[in-house]
């Protein structure tokens, strides 16, 4: 499967960006999906997970009630909205699919998308 990660860009705190994570190579509507990030010095971390059949989700706290994941099946796309966006979300965002480990370890991975939030 192939990810093609798009949308980052620089923005003020308080702002909003919407990433998107294009999926070919593969059914979509079998996978599950997630977004991840990585802040420079620091790991990689799930910031965002959902699953292809129940839709269901899963966010880091430190993310939640900011950022929503969302899938469309037809597009065959993952969708990351971002808003009330915070400096200390400044990273680069990878799309990933087809869960191994649910919601942590995933077996496809896009290029990453740079989000840089200035204060």
């Known amino acids: 499967v192939q990810l093609q990660a798009s949308g980052g860009g620089l923005v003020q705190a308080g702002g909003s960006l919407r990433l998107s994570c294009a999926v070919s190579g593969r059914t979509f509507n079998s996978l599950a999906m997630a977004w991840f990030r990585q802040a420079p010095g620091k790991e990689r971390e799930l910031v965002a997970a959902i699953r292809w059949s129940s839709r269901s989700t899963y966010y880091a706290d430190s993310v939640k009630g900011r950022f929503t994941i969302s899938r469309d099946d037809a597009k065959k796309t993952v969708y990351l909205q971002m808003n009330s966006l915070k400096p200390e979300d400044t990273a680069v965002y990878y799309c990933?699919?087809?869960?191994?480990?649910?919601?942590?370890?995933?077996?496809?991975w896009g290029q990453g998308t740079l989000v840089t939030v200035s204060s």
């Open positions: 990933a699919a087809d869960a191994i480990i649910w919601p942590y370890d995933f077996g496809s």
